[in-house]
């Protein structure tokens, strides 16, 4: 079973106004951590924001906020104020964190965004 | 602050030919990872380090082999190369296992395979 599912292939978004990407986990860990990561054309993986399972609060850095709704199993990403230079793939991965688990992170297949002018 | 640095960042092989990718962890760190990221895909989990001894096994090919040093870099070995070996390989590394130790990524080696 696929853990991480990201079912929006292609995002766009006008320059300035906010954009939410879905992602939606499968765990039966009770620990475990959720993770976006930017990927521009360059191909570098850049860590946007964590949220643990155990975190009562929504993440939030800068212009990135995590909407964490645990009993959805869902980590949606929102870009506030999108700029040009957000036009890059976005992936959502788990790690699950017990100490029996593995440590290794599972990725969706990703969300294209394009941000218009 | 120092980052993970993967070497070489470009590498083009032929069919058949032996290809060897060196990770270098951020000092202190004492776990690696590698991932495989084909043309268009996510990247996938292919084995890990932790205190030089191998800690998980993903979906690495039997033609692959990798270890971990004293000094704690990481080498993955790939042999009998195959046109489908084109990829972006990323290698991660961490302070320990478990909750809250963050992987940081290196920028990738991208192999291509002719």
């Known amino acids: 079973a696929q853990k991480i599912t990201q079912t929006q292939p292609g995002m766009f978004v006008q320059e300035k106004e906010a954009v939410t990407l879905d992602c939606t986990y499968d765990t039966s860990d009770p620990s475990y951590g959720l993770f976006w990561y930017k990927q521009p054309s360059s191909g570098e993986m850049i860590f946007l924001i964590y949220?643990?399972?155990?975190?009562?609060q929504n993440a939030t850095e800068g212009r990135y906020s995590l909407n964490f709704q645990k009993a959805r199993k869902s980590a949606n990403l929102v870009i506030s104020a999108s700029q040009l230079g957000d036009s890059a793939m976005y992936f959502c991965a788990m790690r699950e964190e017990s100490l029996w688990a593995g440590n290794q992170f599972y990725f969706g297949t990703g969300t294209s965004l394009t941000v218009i002018p | 602050a120092a980052g993970v640095i993967q070497s070489p960042r470009h590498l083009i092989k032929e069919k058949r030919e032996t290809a060897t990718l060196k990770c270098y962890p951020i000092?202190?760190?004492?776990?690696v990872y590698w991932y495989q990221q084909g043309p268009g895909q996510d990247p996938q989990f292919l084995i890990s380090?932790?205190?030089?001894?191998?800690?998980d096994k993903g979906s690495i090919p039997d033609r692959f082999s990798a270890q971990q040093f004293s000094d704690y870099h990481s080498e993955l070995n790939m042999s009998s190369l195959e046109l489908g070996d084109s990829a972006l390989y990323f290698c991660a590394s961490s302070l320990g296992r478990g909750q809250g130790y963050e992987q940081y990524f290196g920028p990738g080696t991208r192999l291509t395979v002719t």
């Open positions: 949220q643990g399972s155990y975190d009562q």
């Open positions: 380090f932790y205190e030089k001894m191998q800690s």
């Open positions: 000092p202190r760190h004492d776990t």
